[in-house]
């Protein structure tokens, strides 16, 4: 089994950033795509971000393109989302995703993303 923790999330101003962290242990993988996504109050959860397990292939959501930033360390079994230039509508749940293959992956708890205006 694999364990993800998230951590980094908070309240946040307008414009503001934050930097997001997920950490996996247990039986990790040696290759693994790790993503991010999010759920707003009342919407379905939603893709955000992912990198690939050498770090070489990034892929954004169009609403995050330019102002979030997916990175990963993998001697920390770590992935980071640096958030910057933070909306509104940037408030919700975010939760790291581990990918194994089809069928095999894992989900960290969440943790609370909140931007005010």
């Known amino acids: 089994q694999v364990q993800l923790v998230e951590s980094g999330g908070g309240l946040v101003q307008y414009g503001g950033s934050l930097r997001l962290s997920c950490a996996a242990s247990g039986f990790v993988p040696s290759s693994y795509a790790m993503s991010w996504y999010r759920q707003a109050p009342g919407k379905k959860r939603e893709f955000v971000a992912s990198i690939a397990s050498a770090g070489n292939n990034r892929d954004y959501a169009n609403s995050v393109k330019g102002r979030f930033d997916i990175s990963r360390d993998n001697a920390k079994n770590t992935v980071y989302l640096q958030m910057n230039s933070l909306k509104p509508d940037d408030t919700a749940v975010y939760y790291c995703?581990?990918?194994?293959?089809?069928?095999?992956?894992?989900w960290g708890q969440g943790t609370q993303v909140t931007v005010s205006s």
């Open positions: 995703n581990l990918w194994v293959a089809a069928g095999n992956d894992y």
